[in-house]
C-alpha cells in the first residue's frame, strides 16, 4: 500500500516510503504544484449543514441576497415544501401550478429564479424552459423532476438550465444552495 500526501500549504506532493506490500515510487509526482500560483482557489471558509440551518453561516442568511423566485410545478404538496425550504433565505416567492398560471411572473423584470417541474402535466417543461432561455436569457431556470435520467438532465442543460434537481428532494440544502447560486 502507498500513500499519496498532498500538501495544501504549498500544492506539492511528498512521497511516503512503501509498505511490505511492495510499490516504491509516487504515481504522478511532479516538480512543481498541481496548480498555478494564484490560480483563483475558493479560500472561504467551509460552513456545517447544520450552521446553515442555525442561521450561523452568512451566506444562507435571509440578508445574503434574496430574490424572486418562481415555483411552478402540478404537485401542491411539492410547492408548499418549497415554500418552507427557501422561505427562511428571504426570497419573495410566487407559486404557480400550471404553465398559464404563471405568466403573469414570467414577464415580471424582477424574476431571477424559476423553479421548473419537467412534466407540468399537459404542457411540457422542456418546452417552456426553451421559451423562457429565448426570451428571458437573464432568467436562470432550475429543473426538477421525478423521472430523473442522465439523457433527461443533458437534455435541459443544453437547453440551458443552470441545473437539474430529482424530486423528492433528499438534501434540502442542496436545493437551498442551488438557488443561492443561481441568484
Do not use: W
Not at 442568511?61 to 402540478?74: Q, Y
Not at 415544501?81 to 414577464?107: K, Y
Not at 428571458?136 to 440551458?160: D, K, L, N
Amino acid at each position: 500500500v502507498q500513500l499519496l500526501v498532498i500538501d495544501d500549504e504549498n500544492m506539492g506532493q511528498r512521497y511516503t516510503p512503501p509498505s511490505v506490500e511492495g510499490g516504491g515510487r509516487s504515481v504522478g509526482a511532479l516538480r512543481g504544484g498541481f496548480k498555478r500560483p494564484r490560480s483563483g482557489t475558493d479560500t472561504t471558509p467551509m460552513t456545517s449543514r447544520a450552521a446553515a440551518s442555525a442561521g450561523l453561516d452568512s451566506e444562507a442568511s435571509p440578508e445574503a441576497d434574496p430574490g424572486l423566485v418562481l415555483l411552478l410545478d402540478d404537485e401542491p404538496l411539492l410547492l408548499r415544501s418549497l415554500q418552507r425550504i427557501l422561505g427562511p433565505d428571504g426570497h419573495r416567492l410566487v407559486v404557480a401550478d400550471s404553465a398559464d398560471a404563471a405568466e403573469p411572473c414570467l414577464g415580471d423584470s424582477e424574476l431571477d429564479v424559476v423553479l421548473l417541474d419537467l412534466f407540468l402535466g399537459e404542457t411540457s417543461g422542456l418546452a417552456l424552459l426553451e421559451r423562457l432561455k429565448r426570451e428571458r436569457p437573464e432568467v436562470e431556470v432550475i429543473v426538477m423532476t421525478g423521472h430523473a435520467s442522465i439523457e433527461s438532465a443533458v437534455r435541459c442543460i443544453r437547453r440551458g438550465a443552470f441545473d437539474y434537481l430529482e424530486k423528492p428532494f433528499e438534501d434540502v440544502f442542496r436545493v437551498r444552495t442551488t438557488v443561492r447560486k443561481a441568484l
